[in-house]
């Protein structure tokens, strides 16, 4: 299982980002990092609250089959030099769920990070450092989803002793702290351990810093979870 992100950054947009998260901590002072020219897609710029109220509504027409059609052309061309996406999102790497879909948004809307069993390791808090630093991108989403194959490799290699074959023990080894707990307890095992995968994540995601618990304590970023319904397509938002 492996795991890819949808970002291809410039050199200019590197160093940018190696300036910001140098400069973002000051002493106890939290410094901005802007961007230095107007954002490509001025309808992103968005307030935390403001960015999952859209994401949201995005969600309720995909639910709908009421899916927006876009000018992808003309997104293309306005994306070229940059973008502002104004969600960020870590999702699991199953094929049926597809947050650009889900949330039916453009090009250029979403900062997609995809991993089986959706969860932070360095690559995807430094992918989404750069979506916050740089980008200023004001909310982040871990979005599970029912029957999750990745979770459940890791309750069988848990229960069964046995790890499994080629690199996946080591995504055994990230579920395993939220897969442990469900296992000691009665209830629904596999239910439990995939919502509580997302709980950590979201905990992890907001306590990193220097760059992302900073924004979080400035109010600049919003991080949330969520769980994906493959039956009805919906996001259920974890509180």
Sequence with gaps: MSYTTNIAPSRRSLL?????AACLRLGNNFVDAKETSAPPKPGNVLSPDAALKRLMEGNNRYVQSASRSDNFKRERQVLVDGQNPYAAVLSCADSRVAPELVFDSGLGDLFVCRLAGNFANDDTLASMEYAVSVLNTPLILVLGHDHCGAIDATIKSLHEGRPPPGHIPSLVAALAPAVKEPLQQSGD??????????FDNVTKLKSTGPILNAAVERSRLKVV?????LDTGRVDLLG
Excluded: C, E, K, M
């Design 225 to 229: 979870g969520g769980l994906y319904r």
């Design 16 to 20: 940018r980002f190696a300036i910001s």
């Design 189 to 198: 095992t596999f239910a439990d351990a995939i919502r509580q995968n997302v």
